[in-house]
């Protein structure tokens, strides 16, 4: 409910502006009876309220059941096609981010040398534009798809760290100190201990690079050269922008509903397997 009250609070706002500061509007309505036709000129004019800037939100929608291109299949069909192809990408990049920051985390919360020798670079390594490493990546691999699976690990990785770090080192001392006293051994104070009191804070995390790694992938795209996924259909709208707006509204609607479910499906997966958790060991977004 407060997604549905966002989105239809922004859609308002949109249309108002619109409203206001866009080009003329035609009305042609019939209400009991009447035929009404008229033209509504807004007061003001907004250089950014233009059809080509912010094409009418009915014309976004209408365009979802109209060819992509002529002869070709409707926009939805395709979208939907593009959105599973990049779900794919995500998904792999996903796993290997997760993994990948999982591990780190681990070794990082057991070797507090290492912790401090490679935290700086961790973070640094998010500051480098992702725009900048995807082609490198590709030119590098040469692996299809899977060049952008590893593109979308490299932006997902980061927060799963972080997320793992904090996590991991949020056990009492005195629960360490109790394991430690019936011999447990490191295996035993990790996954006994450890790692049920940073499973809220690992959720956290995984739920951000869900939506992290379909950015990445979209952005692997790009370079790739690889057909098929929502960032070529992105690239392809954006170059015949000017005749169709509204496709390319439409594709980054896809996209945002891509990203909205990927967090989803992780939120769906912690509701399953920690609602037994007692409440006051979860962890607040």
């Known amino acids: 409910m407060p997604l549905l009250l966002l989105l239809t609070s922004l859609a308002f706002v949109y249309e108002l502006i619109k409203f206001i500061g ?46 992509a291109r002529r002869g070709g299949p409707i926009l939805l069909n395709e979208l939907s096609v593009a959105a599973l192809f990049t779900f794919r990408e995500a998904f792999v990049g996903f796993i290997l981010g997760a993994l990948m920051g999982l591990i780190l985390a681990i070794l990082l919360v057991h070797f507090s040398l290492l912790e401090r020798a490679l935290m700086p670079y961790v973070i640094a390594s998010q500051t480098v534009p992702l725009i900048a490493v ?37 056990v009492h001392p005195d629960a360490i100190d109790l394991m430690v006293s019936y011999a447990a051994t490191t295996r035993q104070v990790l996954f006994m201990v450890r790692f049920p009191s940073a499973a809220p804070y690992l959720f956290n995390g995984f739920k951000l690079a869900a939506s992290l790694s379909v950015i990445g992938a979209i952005v692997g795209e790009l370079p790739s050269g690889i057909s098929g996924g929502l960032g070529t259909v992105i690239l392809n709208f954006n170059q015949y922008y000017i005749s169709g707006p509204e496709r390319l509204w439409a594709a980054m609607i896809a996209a945002g509903v891509l990203g909205i479910a990927s967090y989803l499906l992780v939120h769906l997966a912690e509701f399953l397997l920690l609602r037994t958790q007692p409440r006051g060991a979860e962890v607040k977004s």
């Open 22 to 67: 866009g080009p003329a509007i035609s009305i042609d309505v019939s209400l009991f009876g009447l035929d009404i036709h008229t033209i509504w000129r807004p007061p003001l004019k907004f250089r950014l309220a233009s059809n080509l800037s912010m094409p009418h939100l009915w014309d976004i929608i209408e365009a979802f059941g109209k060819p």
């Open 134 to 170: 995807a082609p490198m990546i590709v030119i590098w691999l040469r692996a299809g798809w899977i060049s952008v699976s590893i593109i979308s690990a490299y932006l997902t990785f980061f927060p799963v760290t972080i997320a793992g770090l904090r996590g991991l080192k949020s």
